[in-house]
């Protein structure tokens, strides 16, 4: 699976933002979906996973409330609908797939759980 991800933007905080991540080949239905993002200076952190039938979402703390993670297995997409951005959003988003399932929630949250990676697309968010 080769992922793409798009929509990155310069924008004001409370504004709205929706990021794709567009996946090449069949698997993309069979797999788990998450975002990550790293901000200038800081380390890669889990933003949001979605399961392969879209039936079950995690988020970070930080972000919950305000973003929607979700996914068209026909269309091989995934997407991240972004509300009330603040500064503290500004970062390079990654979407990830992997192949592995688990019914523990936090096995999402770990980057370990994801074998693809897209090369990621810059939020900037002014105040």
């Known amino acids: 699976v080769q992922l793409q991800a798009s929509g990155g933007e310069l924008v004001q905080a409370g504004d709205s933002l929706t990021l794709s991540c567009a996946a090449s080949g069949r698997a993309f239905s069979t797999h788990i979906m998450g975002w990550f993002r790293q901000a200038p200076g800081k380390e890669r952190e889990f933003v949001s996973a979605?399961?392969?039938?879209?039936?079950?979402?995690w988020y970070a703390a930080s972000v919950k409330g305000r973003f929607t993670i979700s996914r068209d297995n026909a269309k091989n997409a995934g997407y991240l609908q972004m509300n009330s951005l603040r500064p503290e959003d500004t970062a390079v988003y990654y979407c990830?797939?992997?192949?592995?399932?688990?019914?523990?929630?936090?096995?999402?949250?770990?980057?370990?759980?994801?074998?693809?990676w897209g090369q990621g697309t810059e939020v900037t968010v002014s105040s």
């Open positions: 979605i399961t392969r039938k879209g039936d079950r979402t």
């Open positions: 990830a797939t992997g192949r592995t399932t688990s019914d523990s929630y936090s096995y999402y949250y770990s980057e370990g759980a994801y074998e693809y």
